[in-house]
């Protein structure tokens, strides 16, 4: 039987993904070092207000999905909160191969 709340939260976690993957997309396009340095200082856990606007919105849809979809159950902003944090992740680790740093104990070195 169809379940229609399961599909709700698959059709909320999937558009989440594609904003999120539009960012990094224009995160990409538009790479400087201070982009770079607020990515892995992200990733490390660093201080958050001094992240540039696009890497805020990121978080924003992370943390605070309910901010753009209202009524949003508990399920689907864990699952959005997990998806995005692997995209986060796996996005810096990219970058930092393409630059050429290791990571050592959890944190990206030249």
Known sequence: MFNA????????????KSGA??????LRKKMTPEIRVSLNELHNGGPRSMFPQEIQLLLSFKEQPEKYIKNLDEQSKKQINEEIS?????????????????????????
């Open 86 to 110: 692997a995209m986060l992740d796996n996005f810096v680790t990219e970058i930092n191969e393409l630059e050429g740093l290791i990571q050592i104990n959890g944190r990206y070195i030249s």
């Open 21 to 26: 993957q539009t960012i990094l997309n224009l």
């Open 5 to 16: 709340s399961k599909f709700i939260g698959f059709t909320e976690v999937s558009t989440f």
